[in-house]
Nanobody, 129 residues
């Protein structure tokens, strides 16, 4: 089992910046790609960004490209989401997720929530206009 704990969410104004962190514990050597998803009230959980096991490959949803940057530090068992130029539509609970699959290669980056096996409890990001 792998446990994920997110932190860094808070309220900011439009145009502000935040850095979300996610720390993994447990059997972390079983994890591959790691990702961030978000869920706003009454909406489906949606993919935001992901980084491959190798760290060489990243994927982003279109609306955050150029504003968000995902990275990982395996020595610290952590994944980060740096967010700049935040907008009210970025308001949501942000979840960290880890994929158990390592067989598809170190550069594989799934974007479907169904590909991820472990989830954190979420951290709230609120962007006011």
């Amino acid at each position: 089992q792998v446990q994920l704990v997110e932190s860094g969410g808070r309220s900011v104004e439009t145009g502000g910046s935040l850095r979300l962190s996610c720390v993994a514990s447990g059997q972390t050597f079983y994890t591959g790609a790691m990702a961030w998803f978000r869920q706003a009230p009454e909406k489906e959980r949606e993919f935001v960004a992901a980084v491959s096991l190798s760290g060489r490959t990243t994927e982003y949803m279109d609306s955050v490209k150029g504003r968000f940057t995902v990275s990982r530090d395996d020595a610290k068992k952590s994944v980060y989401l740096q967010m700049i130029s935040l907008k009210p539509e970025d308001t949501a609970v942000y979840y960290c997720a880890a994929d158990r699959d390592r067989e598809l290669g170190p550069d594989y980056v799934p974007t479907s929530k169904y590909s991820y096996d472990y989830w954190g409890q979420g951290t709230q990001v609120t962007v006011s206009s």
